[in-house]
């Protein structure tokens, strides 16, 4: 059974940071590009940033580079969002995705981040 499961979301002041963790099972974790997407409030769901298989390659929407950071951990089966310097326009459900070589994709249930004064 695969599963991804978020952690880490919450409500930060503008400016402030949060670190995203999501946790995968049930499919090769290190052959699957894994990535953040998100969804604000009436708004269509956007891509954040991906992290391709091996983790050696990412990249980014360009409204996050230079703020957002995406790692990983094959050995652990996990991968972090680490955002810094948020605005409110960062207010988002944010998804794990997880792309496998068998072209399957997977989601997970999302976290909340909220950034508000």
């Known amino acids: 059974q695969v599963q991804l499961v978020e952690s880490g979301g919450g409500l930060v002041q503008p400016g402030g940071s949060l670190r995203l963790s999501c946790t995968a099972s049930g499919f090769p974790f290190s052959t699957a590009a894994m990535s953040w997407y998100r969804r604000a409030p009436g708004q269509v769901r956007e891509f954040v940033a991906r992290s391709f298989r091996g983790g050696s390659k990412t990249n980014y929407a360009d409204s996050v580079k230079g703020r957002f950071t995406i790692s990983r951990d094959n050995a652990k089966n996990t991968v972090w969002l680490q955002m810094n310097s948020l605005n409110p326009d960062d207010t988002a459900v944010y998804y794990c995705?997880?792309?496998?070589?068998?072209?399957?994709?997977?989601w997970g249930q999302g976290t909340q981040v909220t950034v508000s004064s």
């Open positions: 995705t997880a792309h496998t070589q068998n072209a399957v994709d997977y």
